[in-house]
C-alpha cells in the first residue's frame, strides 16, 4: 500500500494476490490519490473475493464479439445482427434488457418486413453475445427468448 509522488501527480501503487495494481490520481492531491486507493481496493474486492461482476454495454458487447469473431465462418451475420441491436436498443447496460425488449424488438424488425428465420438467427447471435460477455467475466443476465 503506497501512495507516492511522480513529479506533480500522486501515484497509486499495492499488491493484492502476487499482482502490483499501478494508476495515476492525476491529481497534485494527496487526499485524492488516497481516496483512488481506496476505491481500487474496495473494486478489488468485491469482483474477486466477493464474486461481483461488473457490468457491460450493448455496444460494447457487441463489440468485444466481433472484434474476436474475425475469422468465424459466421461472421457475415454477426456483424448484420450486431448493427441492428445498436441501431434498435440504445447503448444501455447488457443485463437490464428483458424479454419484453426483446420480443419489441422482434415486432420491431417483423414490421421492417425481417422474415422469422431471420430473426431467430439473430436472437441467437444475441444470446451468443450475452455467452462471451459471460465468459469474459462481465455479469450478464440471458434472456430467455425463442
Known sequence: MSVYKRGKYWIVQFNHNKKTYTRS???TRKRDALELERQM????????VLGHREHLKLHEACDAL???????GAYDTLVTATNR??????????????NR???RWVE????????????????RQFNKICRNA?????????????
Open 134 to 146: 459471460n465468459r469474459l467475466g462481465y455479469y450478464t443476465v440471458v434472456p430467455e427468448y425463442s
Open 85 to 98: 441491436f445498436k441501431d434498435y436498443f440504445s447503448d444501455i447496460v447488457l443485463d437490464a434488457i428483458t
Open 66 to 72: 466481433v472484434s474476436t469473431s474475425n475469422d468465424s
Open 25 to 27: 490520481s492525476k491529481s
Open 41 to 48: 481496493r474496495q473494486q478489488l474486492v468485491d469482483t474477486q
Open 108 to 123: 420491431y424488425e417483423r414490421k421492417r418486413g425481417i422474415k422469422d428465420i431471420t430473426i431467430r438467427l439473430w436472437s
Open 101 to 103: 425488449d426483446l420480443s
